[in-house]
């Protein structure tokens, strides 16, 4: 079985996917609609133009279905030896909304791998450049890697017993430690979008308006088996542990759970609700510290908060801390929002 220390070895390994991925706008919608974001920036250029953007503005967490594309051959053929992998933490940095029309190019690189209290925790690097040649997304995922004693010794067989066919039909390279078919992926140089820092945001507060420890208004958000079905078909993770009871208790899961890029997707709508304006986030960090069951014939339920941490008046910005709550346990180990005022 491969172990964190072989998998350390491949530290570095990274590759360009070899096509694009154009960001679409009914997809746009599709997935506004799995976050439950309700912003009409994410409905209508009407809406959009409003704010300034000339096409549909793709929800924050979007950019995770080019990521779970993009990512494919590195967790099903590079990192071998783990029955499951589990998110932790999550970091967006946008550099520029992605709007209807955008191509994104994917790096792909594992960034870190280290173990923690016996976890194998691997850090994934997804760099995004647009058409005009900009990074306009850099994405840091980290999982859990669990195999072994963790999970039942049947479980690869098991989900590849109910996952849709056709899953590992994804665009492949012949990537190397030097890059996608002998040709270096870039390494330094990037030049980073600079329209998520130098845009007028035009958020529904000023700056002004706010101050460090204001509170934002709770939310509460109510999932269902359906809910994670849909999510898993718009955002192409799969993972059965979010719809199939059987995988979840091979998994040693009390029940299903939702997916956790979903409940990050629900927390993201919760701030760009309060902004009014879902283009002025620059950053978006999470780490998941519970998840939220959903169990059949129920829903779950999460409930947001959120306070300004603080403020920095020479950039108009503040630090929002994020709240979310499922059964009374905490999912958000620690989150955080950089955001943009008027």
């Not at 190019?105 to 976890?119: F, H, M, N, Q, Y």
Request: glycine content about 10%.
């Amino acid at each position: 079985m491969e172990t964190a220390l072989d998998t350390a070895g491949l530290v570095g390994y990274r590759y360009r996917v070899p096509d694009y991925y154009e960001v679409g706008r009914e997809k746009i919608r599709e997935y506004a609609r799995a976050v439950q974001d309700h912003h009409p920036a994410h409905w209508s250029e009407d809406a959009a133009w409003a704010l300034g953007h000339s096409e549909l503005v793709a929800p924050t967490t979007f950019v995770s279905i080019a990521a779970m594309l993009a990512n494919r051959r590195l967790f099903q053929e590079i990192i071998t030896g783990y029955d499951v992998f589990v998110q932790t933490d999550q970091v967006f940095e946008l550099h520029k909304p992605l709007l209807t029309g955008d191509r994104l190019t994917g790096d792909v690189e594992l960034s870190s791998v280290r173990t923690i209290a016996g976890k194998d925790l691997l850090t994934v690097t997804n760099t995004f450049t647009d058409q005009s040649g900009d990074v306009v997304h850099i994405m840091h995922t980290t999982v859990v890697g669990v195999a072994g004693e963790e999970v039942d010794v049947g479980i690869g067989a098991a989900i590849e017993r109910v996952l849709m066919h056709g899953l590992e039909r994804s665009p492949s390279t012949s990537a190397t430690l030097d890059g996608v078919d002998g040709h270096p992926v870039p390494d330094g140089g990037l030049r980073l979008s600079t329209v998520s820092r130098t845009r007028a945001p035009r958020t529904t507060l000023r700056f002004e308006d706010v101050a460090a420890g204001d509170e934002l208004a709770p939310r509460t958000v109510r999932l269902t088996r359906g809910d994670l079905v849909n999510y898993a078909g718009v955002s192409g993770d799969a993972n059965p542990i979010h719809w199939h009871d059987d995988i979840a208790a091979l998994a040693g899961l009390p029940d299903v759970i939702a997916h956790g890029m979903l409940t990050m997707g629900l927390g993201a709508g919760f701030v760009t609700e309060w902004l009014g304006d879902p283009g002025a986030i620059i950053r978006y960090k999470v780490r998941l510290s519970n998840y939220t069951v959903v169990q059949s014939g129920s829903t779950g339920s999460l409930e947001f908060t959120g306070r300004i941490k603080s403020v920095d008046p020479a950039t108009r910005s503040a630090v929002v801390v994020i709240v979310a709550k499922s059964a009374g346990r905490k999912i958000f180990g620690l989150a955080t929002a950089d955001v943009r005022l008027s």
